[in-house]
């Protein structure tokens, strides 16, 4: 039904690849449609084997994390690709745009099927008992949802619950007023303006329970870490982070910012 239905819509939508929009052959499309055309597709594919430069592994593989995350007494960070600032060219960067903006169905089906390997591994590794686990994520602004029409964390963390089984847990909500865009910030400031931002929504029932956090994106990781400390005090057993890209910054050694 839905594969049909999937269909109808191409007609009205045709589907484009989310790396540089050129038309996809809509026919050729199997029970997995990618959202790329074949050169993004490569790309995407090439980018995957960037390396960490902390434990040498591939990104993909790679469960290192920014301070802020560590701080946060987080259990690991997994994530699909580095992000890299400023480079549009990057197919990561334009399929995270493509997210951001329209928070295509299809888009954020993609990477929740290739984060899925990933959340496997990690309850595996936490012990946990499937059903005392539970989905959540980095919520956006009410100003930012507004501006984008979608809040994209959301869009991805529904539809990695909908793969995996693990139930979906809004557990943290956007403080009224907190919405000072975190780009503009220094590292420090960016922390103290996480704490502020986030809240736990009324009666979460984390207690108890291993969190997979999921955001699109992480920088410097506090607003991932203001999120995860914020589960942790209301009893959370465990916590994971998880995110398409992790900024490229979070791939060397040494952390560039202080
Ligand atoms: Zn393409
Ligand atoms: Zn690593």
């Avoid at 029970?31 to 980018?47: L, R």
């Avoid at 089984?165 to 865009?181: M, S």
């Avoid at 998880?242 to 040494?254: C, E, I, K, Q, W």
């Amino acid at each position: 039904m839905r594969r049909v239905l999937r269909r109808v819509a191409d007609l009205f939508f045709p589907p484009v690849c989310a790396g540089c929009r050129t038309l996809l052959d809509w026919y050729g499309r199997g029970e997995h449609p990618t959202v790329f055309c074949e050169t993004c597709a490569a790309e995407w594919e090439n980018e995957r084997l960037e390396t960490c430069g902390c434990c040498g592994l591939p990104v993909g593989a790679c469960a290192c994390m920014p301070e802020a995350i560590e701080r946060a007494k987080c259990a690991a960070f997994r994530k699909l690709v580095y992000y890299h600032q400023g480079t549009k060219g990057k197919v990561q960067n334009r399929v995270l745009f493509e997210l951001k903006d329209r928070c295509m169905a299809q888009t954020a089906q993609f990477l929740a099927e290739q984060l899925l390997p990933a959340l496997r591994e990690m309850v595996e590794a936490s012990g946990a008992d499937p059903g005392d686990c539970r989905i959540s994520y980095v919520p956006r602004s009410r100003r930012a949802i507004a501006e984008h029409g979608a809040d994209q964390a959301k869009c991805l963390a529904t539809a990695l619950a909908e793969l995996s089984g693990i139930p979906l847990c809004h557990a943290i909500v956007r403080q009224r007023g907190a919405n000072r865009a975190q780009k503009s910030l220094s590292p420090a400031a960016r922390l103290q303006n996480a704490k502020r931002a986030f809240a736990l929504a009324k009666g979460a029932l984390v207690k108890g329970k291993t969190l997979f956090v999921v955001d699109d994106i992480v920088t410097t990781g506090a607003s991932m870490a203001a999120c995860a400390a914020l589960l942790r005090r209301a009893g959370a057993a465990r916590v994971y982070c998880m995110a398409v890209a992790s900024d490229d910054v979070n791939r060397d050694p040494l952390p560039k910012r202080v």
